[in-house]
């Protein structure tokens, strides 16, 4: 049945936004209408460019099509109680210039036979009877035949009946296989290339570009930095075609190019496309996304997300082609689905299992051109891997590293002392990229059903086996962030060792869902998806896509702390009250983070990441908002404020009076720098604690199976309390405040696996921290985890160095000191309240700063009129931060009357 996602799609195939080669390409949008004998009378002009489709009769889907359904191709045509197996599909496509087409291929997988016209002309047919321009009845069943991969055919006898502007290609197809994954037709009409051309190994200042021809051919690479070209290079033969590199581009600068293909004195010559070279250094962006070759709708708006976002590059972590890789497989699959965008961004792939397990004898590394390792012949052949197998590439401030890690069984797996990971450790070693990033199929740590897979037969799970193997080495060299596939869905983990996990598995395969949640895991979506990763500077921004392009996760990595000023505080009263019923997991229904102003990036730890700060005010109240908070089950996210030269603490010691909340009167071993004296201190990350509670509990522990690590120790952490506290001895509460801990936004659904908050809004009294408009205030944060006194060392709990702040001194069970962000306040609103207070007065109250001059003012009309009191009380010098005045008496029924307030300057 028709796909809705595509109506808006149905009409002619513009090539002016395509490319001149992939005539019709899979996943571009097709009519259909499925026939029997009772529709003979319908006329032959339904194969023609100048039929017009009932919307009525026919439907739209994207090519290929099963009778199998929708499950095998992307178009399913089986109904319930329809016998019909016959389908007649037309697709339209524009064509600027006829006569640049050379060569004309179709490319098709089928079963059964169909008979196939361009612009109402037949120019093939195959496994059904008749010759050219006989009719086929629509209830004819041809002799079985079921699908045996891609077979490209030469149609170039058909070039002439091209026509400039609007085409259409028509096919009569009739099944006869028995359903199921025999029964399909999938089609193309390519222009003088069978592939490509597309961009595979990039480096700064070159690129590979990689295509094939239909026939043997002479062919070479014409390019500049200007659409005028002006060079050009030979390519070189491949087992899939040509490959030619250019050079000596200067990094990050645009490159026009065409290829130019000659045979027996005919030259084929393909439109001129653009790229931009990789960059030397500076910001960049990429996408990634794994487990994509399904063949279906889902695949196809991945794609178009990816595309659409317009990225540097694309990193695919394996799974390219299913159910398993061939050649035959690799155009539908692959390389025609991401066609348009492989002519201007590179693509750098790793193989999954499905590429290099499933596919009889495969040829994967045929088909693609990486970049090559510097790994021996021999190590290579002892080991079972080539060249291009794993490899690492620079662009702007990163450096990737691409791994072979189909599996973890046999030659597949990684394994201690082999050679891949000795390269690993010298490649790493040697770059002095800020960032590093590595991407491979097989996970470190999920909480998919491939968490369970133990391959190997060694009575590990091979998750646990790669991450005890892989880990050490990314920790110690310092790579910030590893992005994986295998399992079908979207998780992003807390740190492991200070190493950022993600698996992003969603680019076409049916999405799985999670078994047992991973300890490490922090979010976690089954849904279809790709990343999006912007760097700049010492940050990283992520964000994860669904198919129609929205966002559904963010987070960021800061690498450096930020320093100096961090004056970001903004007018704002976002609301904190509860907006829903409960959820019945802490949470309520529609909740959602609704801070202004810009987000702070605080500092990843070992375990733990405190996500973003931001910081609001009004009149009455600080509000401080974190978002993308990523804790261990039984952390703490510790917050502390001040005011400059206010009253506040230096350290924690001796403050505990034995029923207060352990997070703060277990740390002995945490104090502030100088000029920071903190007088409140918040204990953060539970989302069913919405209020100040000295002896909330977190129930849940976390014990991460990676190697030993300090912290791993405190497997029973005693963490209690949550809410909002001064620092004084015995750590009273603070009167007003209010809180709300969750984790979506907007809350939409209960995630009954885990209870560690992603969002936190709190609200203090201004009065409470002494702030008025234009104050200075100071904010730090910390993650903490805390153990009973007679497991800890000296009374210490373990400081994560996951912090808000410039600079953390310490860490761990060692002293700490922790550092403090300055914000300046901006001017608060004037806001002024009335109430009754007894029969005849009315109380006016509003918030001031404290020496400053204030009138009053009334009106009967608001909209003007408005005359200032003149009683001995006006103006006034405000003494206090709550300011109120005594309306007495008050004014007698009649007239309303009106009251506003006027600073002084």
């Given at each position: 049945m028709a796909r809705p996602w595509l109506l808006g799609l149905l009409a002619t195939v513009s090539l002016a936004a395509g490319d001149d080669v992939g005539l019709v390409r899979v996943g571009d949008p097709w009519h259909y209408l499925k026939v029997t004998s009772a529709d003979a009378s319908l006329a032959p002009q339904w194969r023609g460019p100048d039929f017009e489709v009932d919307a009525g009769r026919w439907k739209g889907g994207p090519g290929g099509f099963s009778f199998g359904g929708s499950t095998v191709e992307a178009t399913g045509l089986y109904e319930f109680g329809n016998p019909a197996r016959t389908a007649l599909l037309r697709c339209d496509f524009d064509l600027a210039a006829p006569a640049t087409v050379t060569w004309l291929i179709l490319r098709a997988?089928?079963?059964?036979?169909?008979?196939?016209?361009?612009?109402?002309?037949?120019?093939?047919?195959?496994?059904?009877?008749?010759?050219?321009?006989?009719?086929?009845?629509?209830?004819f069943l041809p002799e079985p035949r079921s699908r045996a991969g891609a077979v490209e055919i030469d149609v170039t006898a058909a070039r002439s009946l091209l026509l400039a502007g609007r085409n259409t290609l028509a096919?009569?197809?009739?099944?006869?296989?028995?359903?199921?994954?025999?029964?399909?037709?999938?089609?193309?009409?390519?222009?003088?290339?069978?592939?490509?051309?597309?961009?595979?190994?990039?480096?700064?200042?070159?690129?590979?570009?990689?295509?094939?021809?239909?026939?043997?051919?002479?062919?070479?690479?014409?390019?500049?930095?200007?659409?005028?070209?002006?060079?050009?290079?030979?390519?070189?033969?491949?087992?899939?075609?040509?490959?030619?590199?250019?050079?000596?581009?200067?990094?990050?600068?645009?490159?026009?190019?065409?290829?130019?293909?000659?045979?027996?004195?005919?030259?084929?010559?393909?439109?001129?496309?653009?790229?931009?070279?990789?960059?030397?250094?500076?910001?960049?962006?990429?996408?990634?996304?794994?487990?994509?070759?399904?063949?279906?709708?889902?695949?196809?708006?991945?794609?178009?997300?990816?595309?659409?976002?317009?990225?540097?590059?694309?990193?695919?972590?394996?799974?390219?082609?299913?159910?398993?890789?061939?050649?035959?497989?690799?155009?539908?699959?692959?390389?025609?689905?991401?066609?348009?965008?492989?002519?201007?961004?590179?693509?750098?792939?790793?193989?999954?299992?499905?590429?290099?397990?499933?596919?009889?004898?495969?040829?994967?590394?045929?088909?693609?051109?990486m970049p090559a390792n510097s790994v021996p012949a021999a190590d290579h052949a002892a080991a079972g891997t080539g060249p291009q197998h794993y490899y690492s590439f620079d662009h702007g401030d990163a450096h990737f590293v691409g791994l072979y890690v189909p599996l973890m069984s046999g030659l597949f797996g990684l394994k201690p002392g082999s050679s891949q990971l000795a390269w690993l450790e010298s490649d790493l070693a040697a770059t002095d990229k800020p960032w590093k990033i590595v991407f491979l199929?097989?996970?470190?740590?999920?909480?998919?059903?491939?968490?369970?897979?133990?391959?190997?037969?060694?009575?590990?799970?091979?998750?646990?086996?790669?991450?005890?193997?892989?880990?050490?080495?990314?920790?110690?060299?310092?790579?910030?962030?590893?992005?994986?596939?295998?399992?079908?869905?979207?998780?992003?983990l807390v740190p492991v060792r200070g190493v950022q996990c993600v698996i992003s598995g969603g680019g076409g395969g049916t999405p799985y869902g999670s078994g047992t949640r991973e300890p490490a895991g922090n979010r976690l979506w089954s849904r279809h998806h790709c990343v999006h990763v912007a760097i700049d500077g010492d940050?990283?921004?992520?964000?994860?896509?669904?198919?129609?392009?929205?966002?559904?996760?963010?987070?960021?990595?800061?690498?450096?702390?930020?320093?100096?000023?961090?004056?970001?505080?903004?007018?704002?009263?976002?609301?904190?009250?509860?907006?829903?019923?409960?959820?019945?997991?802490?949470?309520?229904?529609?909740?959602?983070?609704?801070?202004?102003?810009?987000?702070?990036?605080?500092?990843?730890?070992?375990?733990?990441?405190?996500?973003?700060?931001?910081?609001?005010?009004?009149?009455?109240?600080?509000?401080?908002?974190?978002?993308?908070?990523?804790?261990?089950?039984?952390?703490?996210?510790?917050?502390?404020?001040?005011v400059p030269g206010g009253d506040g603490v230096a350290v924690l010691d001796g403050l505990d009076s034995g029923d207060g909340p352990l997070s703060l009167g277990r740390l002995a071993n945490l104090g502030f720098a100088p000029g920071f004296r903190p007088a409140v201190g918040c204990v953060l990350g539970d989302e069913f604690a919405d209020a100040t509670d000295r002896r909330f509990e977190r129930p849940y522990r976390t014990v991460l199976a990676v190697p030993d690590d300090a912290n791993l120790r405190l497997t029973?952490?005693?963490?209690?309390?949550?809410?909002?506290?001064?620092l004084a001895p015995g750590f009273p509460e603070v009167p007003g405040t209010m809180l709300q801990q969750y984790n979506r936004s907007p809350q939409s659904e209960p995630v009954l696996i885990e209870q560690s908050a992603n969002f936190i809004e709190l609200a203090i009294p201004l009065r409470e921290l002494g702030l008025t408009g234009?104050?200075?205030?100071?904010?730090?944060?910390?993650?903490?985890?805390?153990?009973?006194?007679?497991?800890?060392?000296?009374?210490?709990?373990w400081l994560d160095r996951a912090w808000f702040g410039p600079r953390l001194d310490g860490g761990?069970?060692?002293?700490?000191?922790?550092?403090?962000?300055?914000?300046?306040?901006?001017?608060?609103?004037?806001?002024?309240?009335?109430?009754?207070?007894?029969?005849?007065?009315?109380?006016?109250?509003?918030?001031?700063?404290?020496?400053?001059?204030?009138?009053?003012?009334?009106?009967?009309?608001?909209?003007?009129?408005?005359?200032?009191?003149?009683?001995?009380?006006?103006?006034?010098?405000?003494?206090?931060?709550?300011?109120?005045?005594?309306?007495?008496?008050?004014?007698?029924?009649?007239?309303?009357?009106?009251?506003?307030?006027?600073?002084?300057?």
């Open positions: 997988d089928w079963s059964g036979g169909f008979v196939a016209w361009l612009n109402g002309v037949e120019f093939l047919r195959r496994d059904l009877p008749g010759d050219a321009g006989a009719p086929v009845d629509f209830d096919i009569q197809w009739h099944d006869s296989s028995a359903g199921g994954s025999a029964s399909g037709l999938v089609v193309e009409l390519l222009a003088n290339f069978a592939r490509g051309p597309t961009l595979q190994a990039a480096g700064p200042g070159r690129q590979t570009i990689v295509w094939r021809t239909p026939f043997p051919t002479t062919s070479r690479i014409e390019y500049g930095l200007t659409a005028d070209l002006g060079s050009s290079v030979p390519a070189i033969e491949t087992t899939a075609g040509h490959a030619a590199e250019i050079t000596g581009l200067p990094p990050g600068a645009p490159c026009f190019y065409r290829v130019v293909c000659e045979r027996e004195g005919e030259t084929a010559r393909s439109p001129v496309f653009s790229f931009r070279s990789l960059k030397a250094n500076g910001p960049i962006t990429f996408m990634l996304t794994a487990d994509v070759g399904s063949g279906r709708v889902e695949q196809y708006a991945i794609a178009r997300v990816l595309r659409d976002e317009a990225p540097d590059l694309v990193l695919m972590a394996g799974d390219l082609v299913y159910p398993g890789f061939t050649p035959a497989r690799a155009d539908f699959r692959w390389f025609s689905v991401y066609a348009r965008q492989l002519l201007s961004t590179p693509f750098l792939v790793v193989a999954g299992n499905h590429d290099v397990l499933y596919g009889g004898a495969n040829g994967f590394y045929d088909e693609f051109r199929h097989h996970p470190l740590l999920s909480s998919g059903p491939h968490r369970y897979d133990d391959l190997d037969f060694n009575g590990v799970h091979d998750v646990l086996d790669l991450t005890r193997v892989l880990l050490p080495v990314l920790e110690a060299h310092g790579v910030q962030l590893v992005f994986s596939g295998h399992d079908h869905l979207y998780e992003r940050s990283l921004t992520l964000r994860a896509l669904d198919r129609e392009g929205r966002e559904f996760d963010r987070f960021h990595l800061q690498r450096t702390p930020l320093t100096g000023p961090v004056d970001r505080v903004t007018r704002h009263a976002p609301l904190i009250q509860p907006v829903g019923p409960p959820d019945g997991d802490g949470n309520f229904a529609g909740q959602k983070f609704d801070f202004a102003g810009e987000g702070l990036a605080g500092v990843a730890g070992a375990f733990a990441s405190p996500g973003r700060l931001r910081v609001n005010v009004d009149s009455r109240n600080l509000y401080v908002g974190v978002e993308e908070l990523a804790l261990p089950e039984g952390d703490d996210l510790l917050l502390f404020l001040g029973e952490p005693a963490s209690t309390g949550q809410g909002i506290f001064r234009e104050s200075r205030l100071q904010i730090a944060g910390i993650v903490a985890r805390c153990d009973p006194p007679a497991t800890t060392p000296g009374g210490a709990g761990g069970f060692a002293s700490t000191v922790l550092h403090a962000w300055e914000f300046q306040l901006p001017p608060l609103p004037l806001s002024l309240e009335a109430r009754w207070i007894a029969e005849g007065a009315i109380e006016l109250r509003w918030r001031a700063v404290p020496g400053r001059s204030y009138q009053l003012e009334r009106a009967v009309d608001p909209e003007g009129g408005f005359q200032p009191v003149t009683t001995p009380d006006w103006p006034r010098v405000a003494a206090t931060e709550d300011e109120t005045w005594r309306l007495t008496p008050a004014p007698e029924s009649g007239p309303a009357r009106f009251f506003r307030l006027r600073e002084l300057r």
